[in-house]
């Protein structure tokens, strides 16, 4: 009997708890309240010394008024395709399969775990678009290769543009017309100028300059759009680098700076947990209130979110 009525009260309790919890139930997915759109931008090549050191009043509004990781922990080798994949599918080369930049959708040697009818990875666009058959998804980006990443069926605007003021200019408009519930642009010129003047650089800090204005464009157009309360913006990057390039397993390479801003957010958060690279695609599922395939590896940022905590099996390691 004693049994019976403790079991009756642990169930009032759990019940109370899930009243009063700061997020709610989407199918069989969480979800922080208020989010109705994301919005990703990708810098290439953005390292956390050049958010730091570059003038970058709009990056260091988001990261004072949002939620910032200093040191998201890329995929290996710290290089663009297998990390911005990993981005959008969850999970890291073993699973997906892109190991390198001569990666093939016809044309590779690791297969992946789990597959599409395209024989690609599930990506984020294609299993919100499974979810959400008519949700607005569009993805605009610089680098050309970042296109032969994901699903083309999963998306309704799908752009490449030969400059960063292009791809810019692009995706505002395109967030203005359509409002996208997941909207997406990738920056290559950051990476460009790494490549040819090196980072660390005035020029690489000039270029990191440039790819702030973009960004605060881009806010602006999601303001004049009428969903700044609705919408959770996210700025991520593949890789930093040393000298003139990047591949490599040290910190400056495989590093990069994850920062959360805008509809949900607690404002002026340094993120505690461990980041991975794949955590970014989780984070967005998520916030969406999608259920992640069983395939993926990546856990959601949850402690961005106002209401939520960081995991308490937090391990920071001990003192020696």
Known sequence: MLAKVSCA????????AAFHAPSRQTGTAEQPAGIEHVIVIGVDGLSPDGIRKAETPNIDRMVANGAVKWNVRTVLTSASSQNWASMIMGAGPEQHGIINNDWELD?????????????????IFS????????????AVYHWGGFGRLFQ???VNYDKHFSTEDSTATDFIQYIKKKKPVLGFVHFDHVDHVGHHDGHGTVQYY????KADSLIGKILTAIKDAGIADK??????????GVGKGHGGATPQ???IAGVFYGAGVKKGYLIRQQVYTYDLASTIAFALGVEQPYAWIGRPVKPVFNGMSEPKNLWLG???
């Open 231 to 240: 919408t959770l913006v996210i700025l991520w990057a593949d890789h930093g």
């Open 206 to 209: 000039q270029s990191v300059a």
């Open 318 to 320: 001990e003192k020696p």
């Open 152 to 154: 083309k069926n999963a």
């Open 107 to 123: 044309k590779h040697t690791l297969p992946p775990i789990a597959q599409e009818a395209d024989g690609r990875f599930p990506t």
């Open 253 to 255: 390479e495989a590093e």
């Open 127 to 138: 299993i919100l678009h499974k979810a959400k058959p008519k949700a607005e998804i569009g």
């Open 9 to 16: 009260l642990a169930a009032v309790s759990l019940t109370l």
